[in-house]
């Protein structure tokens, strides 16, 4: 599986954007995903997850009813919509996939947990 993540750049604090990850290589029925953020000096941390059929999201704490995740495997993307966005928001975001068997609904906010990784997109959030 190859995740390739986009729509990343600069906004004021209070602005939004949407990230989108396109698969490729694999079908995403079977992959788990997640997307996590990575400032600088900071360790990567989970944002948000979804499972393969999309039915179950979790988000950190911090971005809670600001950011939401979706996908449409019909058409390889997952996406991230980021509104009120904040100054510590700023990092590199990832989207990463995870294998899971069919029917197992799971997702996770663990990096270590997935193993198919995207090259990461910039979001800046500043006045």
């Known amino acids: 599986l190859q995740l390739v993540?986009?729509?990343g750049g600069s906004v004021q604090p209070g602005g939004s954007l949407r990230l989108s990850c396109a698969a490729s290589g694999f079908t995403l029925d079977y992959y788990a995903i997640g997307w996590?953020?990575?400032a600088?000096?900071?360790e990567r941390e989970g944002v948000s997850c979804i499972t393969s059929g999309g039915g179950i999201t979790n988000y950190a704490d911090s971005v809670k009813g600001r950011f939401t995740v979706s996908r449409d495997n019909a058409k390889k993307a997952v996406l991230l919509e980021m509104?009120?966005?904040k100054p510590e928001d700023t990092a590199v975001y990832y989207?990463?996939?995870g294998f899971v068997s069919y029917g197992i609904n799971w997702c996770?906010?663990?990096?270590?947990?997935?193993?198919?990784?995207?090259?990461?997109t910039q979001v800046t959030v500043s006045s």
């Open 95 to 97: 989207c990463a996939g």
């Open 108 to 120: 996770a906010l663990t990096p270590r947990a997935f193993n198919s990784w995207g090259q990461g």
């Open 36 to 38: 996590f953020s990575q």
């Open 40 to 42: 600088p000096g900071k």
């Open 5 to 7: 993540e986009s729509g």
């Open 83 to 85: 509104n009120s966005l």
